[in-house]
């Protein structure tokens, strides 16, 4: 399945660069916008797989367009430009870019650079997942001790006891553990709220 590319060009020789090197490396062309359209709705509009700038250098509104992009749409986003000191690579890899090609576009360089960026984007991807699950592994795991915490006084039971009072609740209302340790400290909360709110009536 061909590649499906968005091409974002500064001027018309730009234009016919991008052009003629996806067409050289058997890309298909979703989208070919001017760098001033609207590149949110045109990359909503178009569907594709990767973007493609030239330029000459990004300024600051551009880093914060593809850094807006990248925050809206998993798509991996390719910069051709004809300068690039240190500061500005940085910034643009802060800002989401995949790739950040100094000396400009030439039509052999296009295929792989794609590819290499392809495969960065995906394997960034996977590690992000990676931490994501990590990160909510670990939630989950602060919210399930403080959950049996919580029964544990309440029912003056174990600590076994507690889990597979939590587990019993998750697997009765087919949902996973964290979730049902979040549901017990609501109510738990809701409960220590309305004891609150009855003894500040009872003064």
Do not use: W
Not at 147 to 173: F, N, P, T, V
């Amino acid at each position: 399945m061909s590649v499906r590319l968005m091409l974002v060009y500064q001027s018309q020789q730009g234009k016919a660069l991008l052009q003629q090197a996806a067409a050289d490396a058997d890309y298909q062309v979703a989208a070919c916008v001017l760098l001033e359209s609207d590149l949110q709705q045109a990359l909503q509009a178009c569907q594709a797989d990767v973007m493609i700038f030239d330029v000459d250098q990004p300024d600051q509104k551009l880093l914060a367009r593809t850094h807006t992009l990248s925050q809206l749409h998993a798509i991996p986003i390719v910069i051709f430009a004809e300068r690039g000191d240190k500061e500005t690579i940085i910034e643009a890899t802060n800002a989401g870019v995949t790739s950040y090609v100094v000396d400009g576009l030439s039509p052999n360089r296009l295929q792989p650079i794609v590819e290499a960026a392809l495969a960065r984007f995906k394997a960034f991807q996977s590690l992000r997942q990676e931490l994501h699950e990590a990160k909510t592994k670990l939630e989950d795991r602060k919210h399930i001790d403080k959950a049996k915490g919580i029964l544990m006084q309440q029912k003056s039971i174990s600590e076994d006891q507690a889990y597979q009072a939590l587990r019993k609740l998750a697997m009765d209302r087919n949902i996973k553990m964290g979730e049902a340790a979040c549901n017990v400290i609501a109510m738990a909360e809701l409960f220590n709220q309305r004891v609150s709110l009855l003894v500040c009536r009872s003064r």
